[in-house]
């Protein structure tokens, strides 16, 4: 993976207004997304990358996203779907011991 290819998906991400949606959910799925969005960031301005614990936290992310969203409308979901993505991309950068 190249940070090419997650500054596109951040920039393609962060272009998208949060979905209008109703679910007792919605603040832990901002929160979710705050935190993804700053570990991509953080990962953006790091010429190392992830830390160990940005991983384990961007994996636990993306746990919580499949507990939170599954409820969600079609529409809703397409953003979340871009989230999950930018977190995937970010923990297939992250060194592999």
Same mark, same amino acid.
């Given at each position: *993976?190249? %940070?090419?290819?997650?500054?596109?998906?951040? =920039? &393609?991400?962060?272009?998208?207004?949060?979905? &209008?949606?109703?679910?007792?959910? &919605? /603040?832990? @799925? *901002?929160? @979710?997304?705050?935190?993804?969005?700053?570990?991509?960031?953080?990962? #953006?301005?790091?010429?190392? /990358? !992830?830390?160990?614990?940005? $991983?384990?936290?961007?994996?636990?992310? #993306? =746990?919580? +996203?499949?507990? #939170?969203? /599954?409820? !969600?409308? $079609?529409?809703? &979901?397409?953003?979340?779907? %871009? !989230?999950? %993505? +930018? /977190?995937? +991309? #970010?923990?297939?950068?992250?060194?592999?011991?």
């Amino acid at each position: *993976m190249t %940070r090419q290819l997650i500054e596109t998906a951040w =920039n &393609q991400h962060r272009g998208n207004d949060w979905p &209008q949606f109703t679910s007792p959910n &919605q /603040g832990q @799925l *901002m929160t @979710l997304d705050t935190v993804i969005s700053g570990c991509v960031v953080f990962y #953006l301005d790091s010429p190392d /990358g !992830l830390d160990r614990q940005r $991983v384990a936290i961007v994996q636990d992310c #993306l =746990n919580d +996203l499949d507990d #939170l969203t /599954g409820e !969600l409308d $079609v529409d809703s &979901q397409a953003y979340f779907v %871009r !989230l999950r %993505r +930018l /977190g995937e +991309l #970010l923990l297939a950068t992250a060194p592999h011991d």
